[in-house]
Each structure stands twice: as structure tokens, then as C-alpha cells.
């Protein structure tokens, strides 16, 4: 199995970057736009479709929304991957900053690099739109 762990800081209020994770529907717009470019809900919310702009298309299982601790649990399944479970967690900096901290754990092994190529594009689009954080 691999594992891939991301980390950045944003000069952005942990409740407004926590509003933009929760809102899972709408990473397209409140996230990552331009990494992600459309995502869609399944009926009942407990899953999205998500659709890269690479052309790569997802499906997300979310997991778990975890308000108190500020967590974010979901799942991809189908495609390529044969397990792929990953998380956002933010921990609070102090005033007007945060931290995001994404792991993510998957198999095959070998799409390990395109998997961290990806994130490494997922992490530049939210450092852009969190740093305009309110």
C-alpha cells in the first residue's frame, strides 16, 4: 500500500477553510476550481462524482464530516484504484491562519506518482482559493 501526505498553510480563518471542505457538492466552485471541474452529488449526498481537469472522472464515497475535529473522511471507488481512502484534517494555527493536512492511502502502488501529481495540482488550486479566505 502507499501512502501520500500533504501539508500546506493558508493565511485564512480555519472556519472559513472548514466551510469550504464541508461543502462537498461544491469543491468545483468553493475548493479547487480549476483542478476540479464539475461535481455532482448523488441523491442523498453520501456520495459525489467529481471530474478533474485532467478529464479523470471520480466517484467519492464521503465517509465522514467530522465538524468537531474538522475532518474530512471519503473514499474513491471504481476505476483504476483497488483501495483508495483518504482525508482532509485542518488544525488551526491561530488567528487568520490554518493548516491542511491530506493523506490519502492506495493500491496499486504503481499509480502512486500519478495519484501524487494530482494532489500536488489539488494543493496549488486550494492554496489559491483559501488565500482569499475571509
Same mark, same amino acid.
Given at each position: 500500500?502507499? +501512502?501520500?501526505?500533504? /501539508?500546506?498553510? *493558508?493565511?485564512? &480563518?480555519? $472556519?472559513?477553510?472548514?466551510? @469550504?471542505?464541508?461543502? %462537498? !457538492?461544491?469543491?468545483?466552485?468553493?475548493?479547487?476550481?480549476?483542478?476540479?471541474?464539475?461535481?455532482?452529488?448523488?441523491?442523498?449526498?453520501?456520495?459525489?462524482?467529481?471530474?478533474?481537469?485532467?478529464? +479523470?472522472?471520480?466517484? /467519492?464515497?464521503? *465517509?465522514?464530516? &467530522?465538524? $468537531?475535529?474538522?475532518?474530512? @473522511?471519503?473514499?474513491? %471507488? !471504481?476505476?483504476?484504484?483497488?483501495?483508495?481512502?483518504?482525508?482532509?484534517?485542518?488544525?488551526?494555527?491561530?488567528?487568520?491562519?490554518?493548516?491542511?493536512?491530506?493523506?490519502?492511502?492506495?493500491?496499486?502502488?504503481?499509480?502512486?506518482?500519478?495519484?501524487?501529481?494530482?494532489?500536488?495540482?489539488?494543493?496549488?488550486?486550494?492554496?489559491?482559493?483559501?488565500?482569499?479566505?475571509?
Amino acid at each position: 500500500m502507499s +501512502a501520500i501526505r500533504k /501539508e500546506f498553510s *493558508v493565511p485564512s &480563518d480555519i $472556519a472559513y477553510v472548514w466551510a @469550504a471542505f464541508r461543502d %462537498v !457538492g461544491e469543491v468545483h466552485r468553493v475548493l479547487a476550481p480549476g483542478f476540479v471541474t464539475d461535481c455532482r452529488l448523488e441523491e442523498g449526498g453520501s456520495a459525489r462524482i467529481v471530474t478533474f481537469s485532467n478529464g +479523470a472522472v471520480a466517484r /467519492e464515497v464521503i *465517509v465522514d464530516i &467530522d465538524d $468537531a475535529s474538522r475532518r474530512l @473522511a471519503y473514499a474513491a %471507488v !471504481g476505476g483504476r484504484l483497488t483501495h483508495h481512502n483518504a482525508s482532509f484534517q485542518l488544525v488551526d494555527e491561530g488567528p487568520g491562519r490554518c493548516r491542511v493536512i491530506w493523506q490519502a492511502d492506495l493500491l496499486p502502488t504503481e499509480l502512486k506518482p500519478a495519484i501524487e501529481g494530482m494532489m500536488d495540482q489539488g494543493v496549488t488550486a486550494m492554496q489559491r482559493r483559501l488565500e482569499g479566505g475571509l
